[in-house]
C-alpha cells in the first residue's frame, strides 16, 4: 500500500471526548487568534495601553508631587512651576484612590474600547454571516447559542482586558503608594465594585456587539452605528438636558448609563458624578437592562433563522 493511501485513511479521533460547552472556548480562542492576526487590533490595544500608563503614572506624579516636595514651587527646564498648578492639571481625572478614580479611566478607556468593538464585531461575527460561515458552523455537532457564546466569550476577554484588568492594576498601585495595609482592608470594596463595573461592561458592550454585527456585518457601517450610540447620543443628550431642563433626557447615552452603573457599583455620591444634573441610579439600570433584553431577543431571532447544512 501507498504511502498516501495510509495518509488518506479514515483515523478514528483517540482523544478524550467532551460536550459542546468546549466548542464554544475553542470558538472564542480561535476567534482571538483570528482578530490578532491584523495589525489594527494591535495598533487598538497599543492605543489603550497608552490611556492605562497615563492614569498609571499620573497617579505616581500626583501622590509624589503631594507627599514629598514640601515647597510650594519646582524648577522646570529652568523655569520655576508651581506645585498646585500641576496638580490642578489632573483634578478632574481624581487620582486619589477613589471609586471617580477607576471610574474616570474607564470612561476615558471607553473611547478607545468602542473603535475595538466596533471592529472586532465585523471580523469576528459580522464576517460569519457575509461569508456564509456560520452554517458551517452549525453543521457540526454544536447548538446555535454555543455559537453565540463562543464569540460573546472572545469579545468579552477583549472587554475585561481593555477595563477590569487595567482598573485592578491602578486599584493595586493606589494601594502601594498609599499605606498599603490600611488601604486594601478599607478599600476592598472598590476591588468589589471594579469587577462588577466590569461585568457590567461586559455583558452590555457584548451583546451589543454582536447584535450590530449581525445587523450590519461590515466595519464602516458598524462603525458609524457605535459612533452614533457613544458620540452623537451623548451629545444630543447634553442638549436635551440643558434645553428642556429634565436630567433624564440623559437616558438615552448608552455610555453614561454604564457610566452610571459602574458608579453605583463602586459606591460613589451621585451628588459628585458630572456632569450633572444626573439620573438616578435605578433608572440607568432599567435602561441598561432593556437594551440588554432588546440584542438577546434580536439574537434569538437571528441566529434560528439561519439553516443548518446537513
Known sequence: MAQTDTLLRYRPWRGTARGPLYA?????RASLKLLFRHWQA???????????????YAQYLVVWITNLLATDTVRFAGFPVSVRNITRFFEPLAL????????NFI??????????LAYAGSV??????????LPFYLSKPIGRWHYVLGKCLAISTLINLLTTVPAILLWVEAGLLDDWQTYYFKQWR????????GLVLTVTLTLITVATAVWVRRTVPMAMIWMGLFVLLPMLASSLVATLDDRRWRLIDLWNNLYLCGLSCLRADSATI?????????QAWLVTGTVVSSCVLYLRKRVQAVEIVA
Open 24 to 28: 464554544a472556548t475553542a470558538l472564542a
Open 42 to 56: 494591535w495598533s487598538l490595544l497599543a492605543l489603550s495601553l497608552l490611556v492605562f500608563f497615563f492614569f498609571f
Open 96 to 103: 486619589n484612590g477613589t471609586a471617580h478614580t477607576f471610574g
Open 107 to 116: 470612561w476615558y478607556q471607553g473611547y478607545v474600547l468602542v473603535i475595538f
Open 124 to 133: 469576528l461575527v459580522g464576517s460569519d454571516f457575509s461569508h456564509g460561515s
Open 190 to 197: 472598590l476591588l468589589l465594585g471594579i469587577i462588577c463595573y
Open 274 to 282: 458630572r456632569p450633572q444634573p444626573q439620573p438616578e441610579f435605578w
